[in-house]
């Protein structure tokens, strides 16, 4: 609605805007009283979720108090901590043990390696294929050609025992070969090559078609992952621009094993091949190009060790790149004894590998060995990673294994291990052995840290001390609680300070305003029904007795084991606690006061006091939050939300009101206005005649 024209006092003289004014603040005082109405509302859903607040950090004592750990700490003694020392869970009971030998600390299988560099100290970061000749018995590697190839399948069909590694549809004619040194893991565990026929559940075969074979279908879901050998690689490459650079996917390529063509789409077709009598000493691995079609022409150079290409001549961009290659490779494998068994596996290593990676690939494998190159010393050493001994009638990394010559001729390293040897002591009279030097017994951790012939004793007890602690912080926890919620249901409440007004504000200092708002917020849940409720229900909670027949009756209320409750009311049920008192209770019946917290039962009465206290606590929280929500809650989802909504329609409406009683005081004013300014001119219209008429 378009608001009316508004003459102010151009007639009469008179302040319009001010008397509309003082006549709107009069009109805006039930409007005022909702503003403040709703800011009370505001205040008290505020401090109700502060309530909650406190009650959440007390609940979660509770839940802590109902905890076993809470209550059975233990401490733990050595006689020599230098040799034995140990740590206790707490479903470790009070005992002792006489530890009175050690004669031998577990130890892990490590085999130390020969030299393996000829006159030329080899460098592990570069390819073995580059580096070989510096190799001392660079002559054990069993280079061999084809390409080494890794395919991950996932498990779609639960029925299916058959699956195939070579790409979709096989479009460069591949053949899978050297079967034997196919590698496959199902969820990483490694599985056995079968030539014949898988008959175990983890065994595998496989053909030269490619076709994996297993003895039972995989679960859904599972990853197949295969590592196997193509009889060649073809690379299709197709630059985007011109180039004389091409790069293949693998290096250390078989000397006379790689046709290139290029077919720039336009009829020219360039068959290459490599030029295997023409060899460069500074560049031994670099070979010439020749154009087959062109009377053997050099139309570039490959290198050999990185598969790189350099043309003379630029290749057209979208030329049609097929090289056809084979690489040089070579498998080895070895077995580790472990205390989940005998570990196997397969590796094929590509000539572009260096030693370091060869190495890693050993750490990151389920054999569980760490293996390393000293440069110092020139050797290679391997530790298996578990301490003990798995294999009592042989050795724990067995690399006897026909194609494991890399191992024992190239890296020097042999079955002749030192270690893997379990611990062996005796205890209490017992003589025992264990794979690792730190043993459970009973919820006791031991360690064994040194040989010896003397006695070493170990004691577990109960850790009075921190339970102790426990139990004062969750006093203390309850007191701040109950002290918090006191303060505030009895908070004054000052019914001659209601929220300040706008204009109010405006004629107050800031000093006076926050002075005023204090005592406007006092008070806002004094004698509230659901925090005096919780009080009441939380000392009556510490007040019963526990009726539990694991509980001593000695100890089945709190005054027995030292908590006792303030006699001055003023103090609103605040807990004091006898240390003394509660250091005997735990001394004397530690279960009985562990169960008088958290023992469980069906009514109240069988109910430890911290169970009783964490349901009290969460029926008052369901409450208040019905009440006031929480920072997620809309208000439609809480009743002082709702109020709060329907203040603001109130609001909303009253404010459209007040601005059309504006409005029609201001009509009022300008039909006088008007009105005076029409008399006027009829006044001056008269005296103008009569004086004209003299």
Do not use: C
Not at 153 to 158: A, C, K
Not at 363 to 388: P, Q
Not at 562 to 586: F, H, M
């Amino acid at each position: 609605m378009t608001s009316p024209i508004r003459i102010s006092g151009f007639s009469s003289g008179l302040d319009i805007d001010s008397m509309v004014s003082k006549l709107m603040t009069a009109e805006r005082l039930p409007l005022d009283k909702l503003k403040q109405n709703k800011q009370v509302l505001e205040w008290q859903r505020d401090d109700y979720r502060s309530m909650n607040t406190l009650l959440l950090s007390f609940r979660t004592d509770a839940f802590n108090m109902k905890l076993t750990s809470t209550y059975r700490t233990k401490t733990i003694t050595s006689s020599d901590d230098t040799k034995v020392s140990a740590t206790a869970s707490t479903s470790a009971g009070n005992t002792s043990y006489s530890i009175s030998a050690v004669s031998k600390l577990a130890s892990a299988a490590t085999i130390a390696g020969n030299t393996i560099s000829g006159a030329v100290k080899i460098d592990p970061s570069k390819s073995i294929f580059a580096n070989q000749s510096n190799y001392q018995q660079s002559s054990s590697i069993t280079w061999k050609p084809g390409s080494v190839e890794a395919t991950s399948i996932t498990v779609t069909d639960g029925t299916a025992t058959q699956y195939n590694v070579l790409p979709a549809g096989n479009p460069n004619n591949l053949a899978v070969t050297d079967l034997t040194n196919t590698s496959v893991k199902v969820n990483g565990t490694t599985y056995t090559y079968n030539p014949a026929s898988p008959a175990n559940p983890n065994e595998f075969s496989i053909d030269n078609t490619g076709k994996l074979t297993f003895a039972a279908p995989l679960s859904v879901g599972s990853t197949i992952s295969v590592s196997y050998i193509a009889d060649k690689k073809v690379d299709t490459i197709t630059p985007t621009s011109a180039t004389k650079t091409i790069q293949l996917s693998k290096g250390a390529i078989v000397d006379n094993s790689a046709t290139i063509n290029l077919d720039d789409h336009n009829g020219n077709i360039q068959n290459l091949s490599i030029n295997t009598t023409a060899t460069d000493t500074t560049y031994p691995n670099v070979r010439q190009l020749l154009d087959t079609g062109n009377s053997n022409a050099v139309v570039g150079t490959i290198d050999l060790e990185t598969g790189k290409i350099s043309m003379t001549n630029d290749v057209a961009a979208n030329t049609t790149i097929t090289a056809t290659y084979k690489q040089n490779y070579f498998s080895f494998g070895m077995s580790t004894n472990t205390s989940k068994g005998v570990m196997k596996e397969n590796f094929n290593i590509q000539g572009t590998e260096s030693l370091n990676q060869v190495l890693q690939k050993l750490n990151d494998s389920t054999l569980g060995v760490s293996a390393f190159y000293d440069t110092f010393s020139d050797k290679v050493s391997m530790t298996r990673k578990e301490t003990g001994n798995y294999n009592p009638s042989g050795v724990e990394m067995d690399m006897s294994s026909p194609s494991s010559s890399f191992l024992t001729s190239v890296l020097g390293l042999s079955n002749a291990e030192t270690g893997g040897d379990n611990a062996t002591f005796t205890i209490n009279g017992l003589a025992t052995e264990r794979t690792t030097n730190t043993f459970d017994m009973s919820g006791v951790s031991i360690t064994l840290k040194d040989t010896f012939t003397t006695a070493v004793n170990i004691g577990v007890s109960n850790n009075i001390d921190t339970t102790v602690d426990n139990i004062k912080k969750f006093v203390d926890s309850y007191n701040t609680l109950i002290g918090k919620i006191k303060d505030k249901v009895q908070e004054t409440r000052y019914k001659n300070y209601p929220p300040l007004t706008d204009d109010q504000k405006q004629q107050l200092s800031d000093t006076q305003q926050e002075q005023w708002t204090t005592n406007a917020k006092s008070g806002m849940l004094r004698r509230d029904s659901i925090l005096s409720s919780v009080l009441d229900k939380m000392r009556s909670n510490f007040n019963t007795s526990v009726s539990n027949p694991d509980i001593n009756s000695k100890y089945n209320g709190m005054s027995a084991i030292g908590i006792t409750t303030s006699p001055n009311y003023l103090e609103g049920g605040k807990l004091y606690l006898d240390e003394s008192k509660l250091r005997q209770a735990l001394q004397d019946d530690p279960s009985s006061v562990e169960k008088l917290f958290n023992s469980t039962g069906i009514s109240s009465s069988q109910q430890g006091i911290a169970q009783r206290l964490y349901d009290s606590a969460n029926s008052a929280m369901t409450s208040i939050t019905q009440r006031a929500g929480n920072s997620y809650s809309t208000n439609q989802q809480f009743t002082i939300g709702k109020s709060i909504n329907d203040l603001d329609t109130s609001i909303s409406t009253f404010e459209t009101r007040m601005q059309q009683v504006e409005d029609r005081y201001y009509r009022q004013f300008t039909a006088m206005e008007q009105a005076m300014n029409q008399a006027n001119s009829q006044s001056t219209s008269l005296a103008s005649m009569l004086g004209g008429g003299k």
